[in-house]
């Protein structure tokens, strides 16, 4: 079945940019279904989405972080990425990847229905 | 721009019946399907709820969903109470109008 998970650094720098990778395996990172999400949850906190990607390369982010985040898609590796730049305390979180089903009908479905473990990213000198 | 309001915590004993709601704090909450999700202690969150009120297989149908126009809430109820539904709950839904997933602030269930 299908399966995420995230990879990458677990201690970043005040002001230098975080970068994640989330591999999936079991299918197809292709598949015109989906969309490909990234979740963050600060420790305690609540979740917030940050982002999503389609295969074709197509974005689109949380206001809050669009200045900062990018997030990009590699087909052949079946892989997407999240980079966040000039990284504060505030961005210490449990960063998760997720498929994210996108139906688009007289009401819009957007859910996240198959998520990675998650990892942990702290941000400090 | 909206926002999704849970309480923060609610408790209830094995056996009985808790609701948990979901207030859109502007907009229709009937505009777009709302999910709710069960987080455990160290896990990632599944879908309990999808589309307003459908469970995915495997969900017993001790979990059910609803929107209600008139409180423009959605509320998350669970039949049945067992220890292992102890868990966070948090709703989640799409602002169209800048194209914005829309997480609540979540809520702590106890089961005591």
């Known amino acids: 079945q299908l399966q995420l998970q995230e990879s990458g650094p677990g201690l970043v720098k005040p002001s230098e940019t975080l970068s994640l990778t989330c591999t999936v395996s079991g299918g197809s990172i292709s598949s015109s279904s989906y969309y490909w999400g990234w979740i963050r949850q600060p420790p305690g906190k609540g979740l917030e989405w940050i982002g999503s990607?389609?295969?074709?390369?197509?974005?689109y982010y949380n206001p809050s972080l669009k200045s900062r985040v990018t997030i990009s898609v590699d087909t052949s590796k079946n892989q997407f990425s999240l980079k966040l730049s000039s990284v504060t305390a505030a961005d210490t979180a449990v960063y998760y990847c997720?498929?994210?089903?996108?139906?688009?009908?007289?009401?819009?479905?957007?859910?996240?229905?198959?998520w990675g473990q998650g990892t942990m990213v702290t941000v400090s000198s | 721009n909206f926002m999704l309001t849970q309480p923060h915590s609610v408790s209830e004993s094995p056996g009985k019946t808790v609701t948990i709601s979901c207030t859109r704090s502007?907009?229709?909450?009937?505009?777009?399907?709302v999910q709710w999700y069960q987080q455990r202690p160290g896990s990632a969150p599944t879908t309990v709820i999808y589309?307003?009120?459908?469970?995915p297989s495997g969900v017993p149908d001790r979990f059910s969903g609803s929107i209600d126009s008139s409180s423009n809430s959605a509320s998350l109820t669970i039949s049945g109470l067992k220890t292992e539904d102890e868990a966070d709950y948090y709703c989640?839904?799409?602002?169209?109008?800048?194209?914005?997933?829309?997480f609540g602030g979540g809520t702590k269930l106890t089961v005591l």
């Open positions: 502007s907009g229709s909450i009937a505009s777009n399907y």
């Open positions: 989640q839904s799409y602002d169209s109008s800048n194209h914005h997933v829309v």
């Open positions: 589309e307003d009120n459908q469970r």
């Open positions: 990607i389609y295969y074709s390369g197509s974005t």
């Open positions: 997720a498929r994210h089903v996108v139906v688009v009908t007289a009401k819009r479905h957007d859910a996240f229905d198959i």
